[in-house]
């Protein structure tokens, strides 16, 4: 079976912080950006890496531009939500639960786990790289592997009679147990308990598996992104892996900061498609990123505070590549509380990702109907 045969898989990467829109995805051509950006916070026309006749990359992104010039990047413009509350954690909240108008429980990508996944029989479905678990990722009875370190994931599984490892889960219950309450609460940690031990046993047998002729470099983004690789190609039937960097949260000192991040993730990018080509791998991932908010149309002197309007990315072979939806204005009387304002509802992008991708019914998921940008092929991946 060729990957193209294979179930869909979504990779989505959180851009954490907060990143700049206009120094991103660049409106080389409007007079508005360089009057409101000083020369140390603005990108020269001549350096803007230019993918049509308005509108161009960062120069630090020249692998990303690649992949756009392949046609397998679609860039989805003025994404966000009303009346954005310029919060991080508020923000995050939202796009994580999909709840602008109360404090959500259930995290977007949980609910979707569930549906691919209903009986919880594969406790690897979803995977989230990095320490601790996003919101997004959290729904009472679904099971998500979390891993800070594929390298060092799951050494319970030196311990091979199952009998002891039993006997530990049951003093972990029972000691949290007392602790937290009974009943329910104990029986959810126990059997917590035994998917993450079974999880281990599956991603450290994929990861025996694994080799590679892409040397990624060594910052944070690009182990991540190797790692999720590491397990895609493994086919352990991961169907949602997340990851996030930053911070892009740059009020301050924002050029060598901001250049580096892109530096790191493009690449990071760049060496992630080229390993799953190697792989015969690619043709069933979608890559998303995303980030809680844009920033400030005008600059503070050294960077740029919160904004409200941003971009997402979409990367992959079954992506329909180029511009979706208009660049937000950004002529003075446009703005509100001086930021860009978003007229793509990000529950509308997620629901384009879950129904044509994924395949699964959005309105529970996301909690409505929203306008859906068309930037995947609606006949990619099989449900």
């Excluded at 409101?36 to 692998?63: C, F, T, W, Y």
């Excluded at 050029?255 to 190697?278: C, G, H, M, Y």
């Excluded at 990123?289 to 941003?310: I, K, P, Y």
Aim: one cysteine or more.
């Amino acid at each position: 079976m060729t990957s193209k045969d294979k179930p869909p898989v979504l990779v989505v990467l959180q851009m954490t912080g907060g990143n700049d829109y206009l120094n991103t995805v660049i409106p080389y051509t409007d007079s508005n950006y360089y009057d409101n950006r000083r020369a140390s916070l603005q990108i020269p026309e001549e350096s803007v890496l230019k993918l049509d006749d308005e509108l161009g990359l960062h120069p630090v992104m020249g692998p990303m531009k690649g992949i756009y010039e392949q046609g397998d990047m679609a860039i989805i413009h003025s994404v966000g939500y009303e009346n954005s509350p310029r919060s991080h954690f508020r923000s995050m909240d939202i796009w994580h639960t999909c709840e602008p108008n109360k404090v959500g429980t259930e995290g977007w990508l949980g609910r979707a786990i569930r549906d691919l996944d209903p009986s919880g029989e594969n406790p690897v479905t979803g995977v989230n790289i990095g320490m601790g678990l996003p919101r997004a990722l959290v729904l009472p009875g679904v099971s998500v592997a979390s891993v800070a370190d594929l390298s060092t994931y799951g050494l319970l599984t030196s311990i091979e009679q199952e009998e002891r490892r039993t006997k530990m889960l049951q003093r972990f219950s029972n000691m949290y147990g007392q602790a937290i309450g009974t009943g329910l609460v104990k029986e959810y940690l126990g059997r917590t308990g035994l998917d993450a031990l079974k999880g281990a046993d599956i991603l450290k047998e994929g990861l025996g598996r694994y080799s590679s002729n892409v040397e990624y470099a060594s910052d944070p983004i690009a182990k991540s992104l190797r790692d999720v690789a590491m397990i895609h190609t493994a086919d352990v039937g991961t169907r949602v892996f997340y990851t996030q960097y930053g911070s892009f949260d740059t009020h301050a000192s924002q050029p060598p900061t901001f250049d580096k991040l892109w530096t790191e993730v493009s690449q990071a990018i760049n060496d992630f498609w080229d390993d799953l080509r190697d792989h015969d791998a690619d043709e069933n991932v979608i890559m998303f990123l995303f980030s809680e908010f844009g920033r400030r149309v005008r600059d503070n002197g050294s960077g740029t505070d919160h904004g409200a309007a941003g971009a997402c990315f979409a990367i992959g072979p079954r992506v329909k590549g180029g511009m979706h939806n208009e660049y937000p204005s950004t002529r003075a009387e446009a703005l509100e509380q001086g930021d860009m304002v978003p007229d793509q509802d990000f529950r509308g992008v997620y629901s384009t990702l879950l129904e044509d991708w994924l395949r699964l019914d959005a309105v529970p998921i996301v909690d409505g109907r929203f306008e859906q940008p068309k930037f995947v092929e609606t006949n990619g991946g099989s449900g």
